[in-house]
């Protein structure tokens, strides 16, 4: 068993997983960050922990693969609040912290708080590792838990303020990655016979069954077993924002993103069924608009590589655990084809066209300063077949997830799971993991000024995405509920959602990338041919309408 120090350890095993970029904010384990330079790994030095873990996150999503990050001591809560994003979001993010040592624990040591409920509360696995001789027990344990099950955030503590205890010390140690724990999923069990088939019952009986489909669908890169099986059930589909892209926007059985961030169409829709499937679905609060969408009551099917998560916040008629290419694969192979759902697919395509036909008006409309969902018709327009379409929250994640359609099946979408911000950095993550591909990050005035430095990060380390700012210099989407505690419009309210106009093009020229504003939706196309060719990072700083407000989402009344 060779001998070699804990920083070397940490190198060749995380490359041993694949890891092809680390992102940390200094100082932390600089000899392991030494050894993965001379491994090949890219060093991405950001100016924030969260950005950091954002990075990791999004690198993490688009490769299906776990992403790293690091910080030292005193930064390794500001990790934790970054770690939140890929914890709601499911992703499989490995973060390396330092801790003050062990013999100063709980003395009042410069800069020490205590790492352990932060970390608790954002990974499905944290771990002290004291010695360079731990490292093979918890390394590898982090892998496996952050890709195992529902994927998520793992933590490993390193003794020491920027881990020297663990980095620098050496110790006789063997590398061994595990290469099952490299992707997502590592296993593929499916769901039981008995179960698919009563499943398949249940389906074949309901005359307005509805299929949710989740971030599991995207997890288990199961986009084509969810479109054969809505065709051979003849079932609409209903996506959650971490599921857009797995379903044809154009299809005759789409329906379109239900819950909070969503289309009309999509809450009717599961409104009227009697049956709903929720594939790789957590029936979280956002994707049932705090589970009233479907109503209470309605019968549930649900499938989930996680056990725990069926018939946590919808009684279930029937349950499946498995993997959910595999289970709906065997769900094909056992499934007679269902008879054409004639009056209900009508019924949905109605309430799709009606939808459209309601915000029409928005979308095509020719005003200046341009409307958002006009904004977004042109980004429908101009998307290539391979990008990757990346979304803050808040108005972000609505217009990109009700407004914008992905119409190749190569294109990708990951969103912001909570914290304003996450947008911009993310976005380089993506670029990361997917260096030959277009990267186009879609935030808002409020979303870009939480990590504009990291513009500085993109064009020093060569990331080069192109960032569309929607900017109305305000956080309009909070302008309705400021004035109603208000009772009406105020200076005092103004000053709670509004911002002075900002020029996001010149700050990015500032730092290196290119930057241009557009202010007709006619000159955005050619404004992001320039930046896509330009071959540094880029922002488009499109200014757009204060009013453009999203609609809140559709319920039934009563």
Known sequence: MPSMTGGRFIAETVHGYGITHVFFMPYIGPRA???????????????GEKAAAYMADAYARVKRAPGLCMAQSVGAVNLAAGL??????????????????????????????DHVNPFSAV???SAYVPTPEHLPVYLRQAFRAATTGTPGPTHLDLEGIAGQ??????????????????QLPPFRPSAEPSKIDAALQLLAGAERPVIVAGGGVAASDARDELIELAEKLSIPVATSLNAKTMFPFDHALAVGVPGSYSRACANQALCEADLVFFIGSHTGGQVTNAYQIPPQGTPVIQLDINPEEIGRNYPVKVGMQG?????????????????PRNSWIGRVQELVQAWRASVSQHVDAE???MRPERLCRELTDYLPSDAILVSDTGHAGIWTGTMIDLKHADQSFIRCSGSLGWGLPAAMGAKCAAPDRPVLCFTGDGGIWYHLTELETAV??????????????SLNQEQGGVEQTYGGRTTGSDELWLFEDADFARMAESFGALGITVHKPSELAGTLDQAFASGRPAVVDVKTHVEGIAPRAWVPTG
């Open 165 to 182: 205890g663990v980095v620098d010390q050496e110790a006789d140690l063997e590398v061994y990655a595990e290469e099952m724990f490299a």
């Open 460 to 473: 020093r380390c060569g990331i080069n995405t192109v960032t569309v700012v929607n900017n109305n210099h």
């Open 33 to 47: 960050l030494m050894e993965m330079e001379k491994l090949g790994i890219k060093r991405v030095q950001t100016h």
């Open 367 to 369: 005003i200046l300063p």
């Open 84 to 113: 939140q994003d890929a914890y709601l979001a499911c992703s499989p993010v490995v973060a390396l912290t330092g801790r003050e040592l062990l013999i100063n624990q709980k003395r009042h040591a410069y800069q020490e708080v």
């Open 123 to 125: 990974s499905k696995y």
């Open 323 to 339: 993997d959910v290419k595999s289970s709906l694969r065997h769900m094909i192979d056992r499934a007679a084809p269902g008879s």
